[in-house]
């Protein structure tokens, strides 16, 4: 095979049936030129034994970095795969994000140099992402909107973000008022950047801490595009009860700093300066 392209980076910990979900929907990818880098926050067994299952039947190489398990520590675990990615251009994702057959291909496609791409996540109800299968997935039906509403899927404006394409979906990038951010659950970037930048703080835990590496590259002099229109990935619904007040407060002062100071490099990154 050539040189890896992309390297995908996604976090998951103990949720193996939403991971098996994500990497059959990189099996429909038609971009092709991509390795799979699972930063795994110290789940069981269960998730070695899927990974090394799907390894077998999937067609693209999948690295499974991981390390114990002592709590929240998704940065560190990020960073480890960050490193170890082989791919010069980084796509983050979540072990809980469906991504639509042309996610890659967008990311790929609007990529450019100086900037970073902020996607979104279009959420599903509980009922409907236990319902999915990996029929849904590899003929897409689950991305179709008249299939999700069948299902139970309210009507909103949101909807748009599955159903917009051409000039609209390009229309609703540009006038979309919420701000492009580096988002953990759907972002891109050039890995030298990112390896510029030191990566995630480790400090952080669970609240705006994929948002710090943004405000980080945006210092920098790195522009964001949004595309949170074009790269599509549906949000498998999931309880939050690692998500402690005092982890967003101290975020959040971390996040002051970065801002006030115009940190380039945060000094608790993959390396420690």
Known sequence: MDKIDISVIISTYNSP????????????QTFKNFEIVIADDGSGAATKQLIDAIGKEVSYPIQH???????????????????TSKGDYLVYTDGDCIARADFLKMHANYREEGYFLSGGYFKLPMSISQLISKEDIESQQCFDIDWLKTHGLKSS????????????????????????TWNGHNSSGYKKDIIDANGYDERMQYGGEDREL??????????????RYSA???????????????????????????KGDKVLKTPYGIKKL
Request: charged content about 25%; glycine content about 6%.
């Open 17 to 28: 049936a939403w991971l098996e979900k994500v990497l059959w929907s990189f099996n429909q």
């Open 65 to 83: 970095i991981w390390h114990e398990d002592n709590g929240f520590q998704k940065t560190i675990i990020l960073n480890k795969a960050t490193v």
């Open 157 to 180: 404006f949101k909807n748009n973000k599955i159903t917009a394409k051409g000039l609209k979906e390009k229309l609703l990038n540009k006038l979309t008022p919420t701000t492009a």
């Open 214 to 227: 943004g405000e980080r590259l945006f210092n920098s002099g790195i522009k964001a595009k949004q595309i």
């Open 232 to 258: 599509i990935c549906l949000h498998l619904d999931h309880a939050r009860g690692y998500v402690k007040p005092e982890m967003i407060e101290k975020n959040l002062k971390i996040r002051a700093v970065t």
